[in-house]
């Protein structure tokens, strides 16, 4: 357990003095993390969040992780089904509108779903509550009409750092991925699983803690996806619209015993943990 | 997780981000209406606002008469249809703008579409207005089927019947006259 611990600071230490210039005297860097990878398991014109019941209404949509959703779909059914995730325990449902090049669909060849206990505060870190079974989340902004303060996804490159995040696609250079970003507000109102937008249930957090509105703080999901084009972006575009119209759909299903001990043993203590919910 | 660190965005931006206040769901005196209600509702009432100027542009440019009447009276059945989705949204408390009326949702003819639309004539106005207004009929009444089977309150599903019966005896005149030029 120590050496392992000595061996992740040692890891990010170096990572720190190789990437970012830092004070020889940097404190040592807490990530309190957990996480579930989860790729691609189909498409379909269907959102059981914002068109429950209506098959076929919505744009097109990649879904990841649950198996199993479509149109129809609630908690019992995610609950009850499969999953591609690793962990298989994370029965959640995760999407996002589907990227096309040049007409034609593309799907990510890497998937992770992060969640994380930062954003807030180290003291309010420490009382981060579970997700709720069954809460559902859109995050960013599907009817966005260019990259404005409405836009919270980010588009870089990875293994381009140098080619830095902006709100729409980017040109990323030969052998490297457009990748995505989005955080997932992180702060509840406690009260519903969903609210008629889908979004003001949650809020994201101000000045480090969570607004009275929403007074519970939970982990934040940070969406990453890696999509195997790089190049001009004039060929890429999303089911929703540009770059700017990218945003993420959560419907979380992890059992809440599960949930509660990796939000105990990895959140709270500010300890970086790996799929399986235990220090990595 | 040095990328983390790196993508670490500003707090004053997040504040900017955070979801615009919304009205809650109808309370538990007009249970009635569920979600799907809702739903269908919203874009059921986006789908109608958006192709209103589609099916306005076909009075002057269109070459066949009947396509042209046609036009003509689904301008008109659709402005009232419209008008009866609007009238269940305020009996469910919905207020403020439709969240789909501005976004490109399958079916809607798309700003580039009317544009382009607008300079045509004749048999390439017919060809091209064709294609938009069967993409939009099939998409009201396949939205309107899913209503029909997951609806919740009876006076959406029951308007939602009526709809899809409406749309498919409409696409079926379309491709009589569409067969026919």
Known sequence: ?280 | MSRVLRFLLPAVLLLGCSAAPAPALAPASSGAFTTTDVAWLHLAEALHTRALPLLDLARDRAADRPLAGLAARLGTEHESGRGRLRALLAEARVTGENPHVRHDMPGMPTAADLTALSGLRDDAFDRRFVTLLRAYLKQLALVAKGEQSAGGARQVRELASAMRRDHTADLAELDRIAGRT
């Open chain 1, 1 to 280: 357990m120590l050496a392992s611990r000595l061996f992740a600071l040692l890891t990010l230490l170096i990572g720190l003095v190789a990437v970012v210039p830092r004070p020889a005297v940097a404190e040592p860097v807490r990530v309190a993390e957990f996480l579930a990878d989860c790729p691609f398991s189909h498409r379909l014109p269907d959102d059981p969040i914002v068109f429950p019941g209506l098959p076929g209404a919505s744009h097109m949509h990649s879904f990841f992780g649950s198996r199993v959703t479509n149109a129809h779909t609630q908690l019992n059914d995610l609950l009850n089904g499969a999953t591609n995730c690793n962990p298989a325990v994370d029965k959640s449902s995760y999407w996002v509108p589907t990227l096309y090049k040049d007409g034609a669909p593309v799907e990510p060849a890497i998937v992770t779903f992060y969640y994380l206990g930062e954003g807030v505060r180290d003291d309010i870190v420490a009382r981060i509550q579970p997700l709720p079974l069954g809460l559902r989340i859109v995050a960013g902004n599907a009817m966005a009409t260019g990259p404005d303060h409405t836009t919270i996804s980010r588009w870089s490159c990875l293994h381009a750092g140098h080619v830095g995040a902006s709100k729409d696609f980017v040109t990323c250079p030969p052998g490297t991925m457009l990748e995505s970003y989005l955080d997932f507000p992180q702060c509840w109102n406690g009260r519903g699983l969903d609210s008629a937008d889908h979004k003001s249930h949650m809020a994201y957090p101000v000045a480090g803690a969570c607004p009275s509105t929403h007074p519970v703080p939970v982990p934040k999901l940070r969406q990453v996806i890696r999509y195997p084009v790089s190049g001009d972006p004039s060929h890429f575009r999303l089911a929703s619209g540009g770059g700017f119209t990218m945003h993420g759909d959560f419907f979380n299903a992890w059992p809440e015993a599960e949930m509660e001990r990796r939000v105990r043993d990895c959140i709270r203590p500010i300890i970086k943990c790996g799929a399986d919910g235990r220090p990595s």
